[in-house]
């Protein structure tokens, strides 16, 4: 039996299917205004995880992950690029899946774009309005009544006395309460607009998840991810809405995966602290991210720094390294390391001590290789099954390692090119090298030894 960590009642709980033996899950995606960085790439290689593991053990996944293709910084960014908005989305929403295919992240089964879903957002707006939990503000904008939702504050913890007294709101005087947030937005000069009974305008951020989600999945599913940033405001008030709109419970698990660091601080677009896939990629193979992403429980927070990707690169290369030469027969070895893999992915998803059982098996695998050459081969077949749960080991071994062995041999091959420079001391094309280098991240360290170089 599996169990999540379910972040509305902060603690582990069995995961139980509200349909025997299929699972429901929405993750939110991406805002496409720009490319996806580190931190985005960790929700989708964490969700990743949780769809192909769930699979793995024989149930039937229907894993919906949405798009927001309408939103203000989409408008900002298409105003300055001088872009029409359905370009610059179309042209982002192409850049993630380039970058997700890279880091080998199935699709999920269905990805929603907000403006495809217009009018069952407009619909349920209405009946929130029936339903008094939400009231059209004298600007025009209709808003959602935080009051009116007795449950609101239960995912985040948040009491609404605390939220009044301490919490950063934007104030609006057209607003009942400062709480209260927008479900759709009157219609401005120059930007995107629909139809709707309250006049032309635009859904909200937040009512798009939850028109989206229940569209796809019915009133009451069974787990919803994201990101921990998400888990207030917007996952709150995905709650208040749905629950306020249909009157069912609406998701039975909520998981939030933890912030990507840099230097103790979150990594995000508006702190402009944050790297990347395609940066990174430049770097690294796609298949260390990834394993670098798995290094860390994702309830926990991710440290990001070259010399983490370094450990994860030469991890990855041992893991590459033990599979050698060796044949993938399909026929597996009679060990237990199937159940315990099994047994810490139950427990919460735990790949840190997933990847802690792959390295077990592959040390036996070098152990069997000297002299019992059949047994290796079944222990390899074990490794590349059990690697490929996480979506690791998916390269040919061969290729793989050619690619890290030739990375290694062009560093070596500049530095011998700069030491003949130096000896004939053309010192321009000496320190020509040392800054090409540099660029790609190497740092030479010259001493009366010779030359040795590290990544930054």
């Known amino acids: 039996m599996i169990n999540i960590y379910n972040t509305l009642t902060r603690q582990k709980q069995p995961l139980t299917p509200i349909k025997p033996n299929e699972v429901s899950i929405y993750v939110c995606g991406m805002t496409v205004y720009d490319y996806c960085h580190v931190g985005h790439a960790r929700v ?11 699979r793995h053990l024989g149930l039937k996944v229907n894993y919906i992950s949405n798009i927001t293709d309408i939103d203000d910084k989409i408008i900002q960014r298409a105003n ?20 997700s ?17 217009i009018p069952e957002i407009i619909t349920m707006i209405q009946v929130l309005l029936d339903n008094n939990h939400a009231y059209i503000t004298d600007n025009g904008d209709v808003c959602y009544s935080v009051q009116s939702f007795t449950n609101y504050g239960n995912l985040s913890g948040k009491k609404l006395e605390e939220l009044r007294a301490g919490e950063r709101v934007n104030i609006d005087e057209s607003k009942q309460n400062s709480l209260d947030f927008v479900l759709w937005k009157t219609a401005k000069p120059n930007e995107p607009n629909w139809d709707s009974p309250w006049g032309a305008g635009r859904p909200g951020w937040h009512i798009e998840c939850s028109a989206m989600s229940t569209a796809c999945l019915g009133n009451h599913f069974d787990i919803h991810g994201g990101g921990m ?27 939030h995966n933890g912030f990507v660091r840099i230097n103790d601080e979150k990594m995000s677009k ?57 044949s993938d027969n399909n026929i597996y070895p009679d060990n237990n390391y199937k159940q315990r893999f099994q047994a810490v992915m139950d427990d919460d998803f735990n790949t840190p001590e997933a990847l802690a059982i792959l390295f077990e098996l592959s040390h036996e695998i070098n152990k069997a290789r000297v002299d019992n050459l059949p047994l290796a081969n079944q222990l390899a077949s074990e490794l590349k099954r059990l690697a490929g749960i996480l979506g690791l080991l998916q390269a040919d071994p061969e290729i793989y390692l050619q690619g890290i062995e030739q990375d290694s041999a062009a560093i070596e091959q500049l530095i011998a090119d700069r030491k003949t420079a130096r000896q004939q001391r053309d010192w321009a094309e000496a320190d020509r090298i040392r800054d090409e280098l540099q660029k790609q991240g190497i740092v030479l360290e010259d001493s009366a030894d010779g030359t040795t170089w590290r990544k930054i």
Not at 44 to 54: E, S
Not at 241 to 246: H, I, K, L, N
């Open 44 to 54: 989708m290689v964490v969700f990743d995880v949780v769809a192909r593991y769930l």
């Open 101 to 117: 295919d890279a880091l080998g992240v199935l699709r999920p089964d269905t990805q929603p774009r907000a403006t495809q879903f």
């Open 229 to 255: 940033d998400l888990q207030f405001p917007h996952h709150e008030n995905e709650i208040a809405q749905s629950e306020g709109s249909t009157g069912e419970k609406f998701v039975n698990i909520w998981m």
């Open 80 to 99: 300055e690029n001088g872009e029409n908005i359905d370009e610059l989305t179309n042209r982002f929403i192409q850049a993630m899946h380039e970058d």
């Open 270 to 326: 508006s702190l402009g602290n944050f790297f990347t896939v395609r940066e990174v990629l430049k770097k690294y193979q796609p298949e260390v991210l990834r394993y670098f992403i798995l290094t860390s429980h994702y309830r926990s927070p991710l440290n990001y720094s070259d010399a983490d990707l370094d450990s994860a690169k030469q991890a990855l290369t041992r893991l590459y390294t033990a599979l050698r030469g060796l």
